[in-house]
């Protein structure tokens, strides 16, 4: 058994929180420590000031410009956590707080021309990624009996556990 002492935050508004709630239970399932701070801005800004050198924080902005995400990279910074920042713009202020830049394409946000095409394509390719990732690990037999697990107790909850 693999015991993880490090907690994996996640954190995005709008759209990039969507992105950040996939990862965030995608990261669960696999028996991952990860909380997803989306219910507001102050609760997203509170459990920041508290993370610890330990932890991770993984910030989605496309923008790389929501203030409320760049505040909450400056208060993991300022706890010596890890950051990750997935963003389509890699000039922005967010992400000179980041240990780690995963920069995606979502031109959608920028050109008049391409405004029906989803945000979430990305980001659901690179939470893909990460998933893909942890199945390719020296761990994987223990996150996919961890994926198993959960899958049984959905299955065996549908319609039951309402």
Same mark, same amino acid.
């Given at each position: 058994?693999i ?7 996640l954190?995005?508004?709008g759209?990039s ?11 669960y399932?696999f ?19 508290? $993370?610890i =050198?330990?932890?991770? #924080?993984?910030l989605f902005s496309?923008?790389?410009k @929501? ?5 909450t990279? %400056?208060l ?7 950051i990750?920042v997935?963003t389509?713009?890699?000039?922005t202020?967010?992400?000179t707080?980041a240990d780690w ?5 979502s031109s959608g946000?920028?050109e008049?021309?391409?405004i029906? $095409?989803? =945000?979430?394509?990305a #980001?659901t ?6 998933? @893909?990732?942890?199945?390719k690990s020296?761990h %994987?037999?223990w ?7 959960t899958n049984?107790?959905m299955?065996?909850c549908?319609g039951?556990?309402?």
């Amino acid at each position: 058994m693999i015991i993880l002492k490090l907690c994996i935050y996640l954190a995005g508004i709008g759209h990039s929180g969507l992105g950040a709630e996939d990862l965030s239970n995608k990261l669960y399932r696999f028996c991952l420590r990860s909380i997803c701070l989306n219910k507001d801005d102050d609760s997203i800004l509170m459990h920041a000031s508290l $993370i610890i =050198p330990e932890d991770v #924080i993984i910030l989605f902005s496309l923008s790389g410009k @929501t203030a409320t995400i760049v505040e909450t990279a %400056k208060l993991a910074k300022k706890n010596n956590a890890k950051i990750a920042v997935v963003t389509s713009q890699d000039k922005t202020e967010l992400v000179t707080y980041a240990d780690w830049t995963f920069n995606i394409v979502s031109s959608g946000l920028y050109e008049a021309q391409e405004i029906f $095409i989803s =945000p979430l394509f990305a #980001i659901t390719y690179f939470n893909d990624l990460v998933t @893909t990732y942890l199945l390719k690990s020296k761990h %994987k037999d223990w996150y996919l009996e961890n994926r198993i697990k959960t899958n049984k107790v959905m299955l065996n909850c549908k319609g039951k556990c309402n």
